[in-house]
């Protein structure tokens, strides 16, 4: 299906809807850096029609590497912008859910979205766990108070974490303006698969 097409175009208005409404549920809290022993980072990337996460747990501040976990799936859905979150959340689901971890970085949009629900709030809302968005841009549309630049990254609420705590925790752990749980797990997604 093409974007103009009026089924996808009704359909993508009932899951917008239904976006907003989900945002009402991402909870803003302070997290503490010393309550943050355990960080785990998801990123999915694409080779033909399969789907490729990695998942990679990581002792804080540090960020040893403790485990690692990779799935291929068929791609389930086209990319859409803004639409994201339909693409990538059943990969990096499948790939988080063995691991323990205190926080998760999520490769793309909190509530730094234009429907105040990207990819980080829904994953972090599945999980029920404090979660951060980090993006290599802001989307257009997004109010600035919901993201901020630390380092080469666009951080946002997630879930269960407010702004500050996601920006000092993100600034603790990068590499090369990165947050370094997401720079290994995104290697590893673009990885041979051995």
């Given amino acids: 299906m093409r974007v103009n097409d009026d089924a996808l175009r009704l359909k993508l208005g009932r899951i917008s809807e239904i976006q907003r409404r989900l945002s009402q549920r991402i909870v803003e809290r302070p997290v503490k850096l010393s309550e943050v022993k355990l ?79 990207g990819l980080a709030s829904h994953i972090g809302v599945l999980i029920n766990k404090p979660t951060i968005g980090i993006a290599k841009a802001p989307l257009k549309g997004v109010p600035p108070q919901t993201y901020v630049k630390v380092g080469k990254a666009y951080v946002s609420v997630g879930h269960l974490i407010d702004l500050e705590s996601a920006v000092e925790i993100t600034a603790s752990i990068l590499e090369n303006g990165y947050p370094r749980p997401l720079r290994i797990a995104h290697r590893l997604s673009k990885g041979e698969w051995t």
């Fill in 39 to 117: 960080v785990s980072g998801v990123d999915v990337s694409y080779k033909g029609k399969l789907a490729r996460a990695a998942a990679v747990l990581c002792t804080f501040p540090d960020c040893e590497v403790v485990s690692v976990n990779k799935v291929s799936i068929e791609v389930p859905f086209s990319y859409i912008p803004t639409f994201f979150f339909l693409r990538e959340t059943r990969p990096a689901f499948l790939s988080l859910r063995s691991l323990n971890f205190d926080l998760l970085f999520v490769e793309g949009h909190g509530k730094a979205h234009p429907r105040g629900y």
